[in-house]
């Protein structure tokens, strides 16, 4: 599928986004694309479940601007323990001008990160690279549909495509059980998305779902748990 480029926008928080002008969809919320990916992939995510075990492994739906994965990274090399192993996912990856021009770096305000957002972009996809000693970021230029997932893989999976009104066929039950199968008893995944029908496909794919406050200007987000022990009924 061919896809128009991206515009640069800025959100409420001063950071910037991607944006696709004919879709009218953002790639991160409007009210501010760095305290968004924070809130809902940092602290309802990573940070849950970091404390738990001394590796991690986490798959994202979507790449794009690279931001999720690049807090990640700081993030982790701030708790100084345990290693990541960051499996992403993506159809359309951006260009040079684009993620140069998102300024994340400076955003961040962090020692060397602009060499590892840089590092993030230009890595080889569709093998596992060291961006450092502690974080290995497998990139995967791929559909999502046509990807197949390992069972009992990942610790935590970052669900960020579009959204379902613009990409229904990507928060289906059927896309939710292969993530389910995919991940590890104990496994978390997160969203934005907290709209009902969202919600009932998680649960129809094995989840238990919790809403959890959103960040600015949004209610509520979502995070599904894949229980560690299966309960049969009788
Ligand atoms: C909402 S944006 C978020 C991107 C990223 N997480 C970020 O922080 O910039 C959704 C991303 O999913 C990608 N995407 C959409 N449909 C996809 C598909 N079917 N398979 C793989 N990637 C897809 C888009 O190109 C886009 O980069």
Redesign the pocket.
Do not use: C, K
């Given at each position: 599928m061919k896809?128009e480029q991206p515009v640069i926008r800025t959100t409420d928080d001063g950071s910037k986004?991607?944006y696709l002008n004919n879709l009218n969809?953002?790639?991160?919320s409007l009210y501010g694309?760095v305290s968004e990916?924070r809130h809902i992939?940092l602290e309802a995510g990573f940070s849950t479940m970091v404390d738990k075990a001394c590796s991690i492994t986490i798959f994202?739906?979507?790449?794009?601007?690279?931001?999720?994965?690049f807090l990640t990274f700081l993030e982790a090399r701030k708790r100084k323990k345990g290693k990541v192993h960051y499996v992403?996912?993506?159809?359309?990856?951006?260009e040079e001008d684009l993620f140069t021009r998102l300024d994340y770096p400076a955003f961040v305000n962090d020692q060397d990160a602009a060499d590892i957002f840089l590092k993030m972009h230009t890595c080889p996809w569709d093998i596992p690279y060291f961006i450092s000693d502690q974080f290995v970021l497998n990139k995967i230029h791929?559909?999502?549909?046509?990807?197949t997932l390992k069972e009992l893989s990942f610790d935590l999976v970052?669900y960020?495509?579009?959204?379902p009104d613009l990409?229904p066929?990507?928060w289906s039950e059927a896309v939710f059980e292969k993530l389910f199968r995919a991940m590890r008893p104990g496994g978390i995944l997160v969203t934005?998305s907290a709209r009902g029908a969202v919600k009932r496909a998680m649960q129809m794919a094995g989840f238990v779902v919790e809403a959890l406050p959103g960040p600015a200007g949004k209610r509520e987000i979502s995070r599904a748990l894949r229980p560690a022990v299966h309960h049969h009924s009788h």
């Open positions: 896809r986004t991607l969809e953002p790639y991160h694309a990916s992939f994202e739906m979507g790449f794009g601007t690279g931001l999720n994965a992403a996912v993506e159809a359309w990856p951006i791929s559909p999502f549909e046509e990807l970052y960020d495509a579009f959204a990409q066929e990507l934005y």
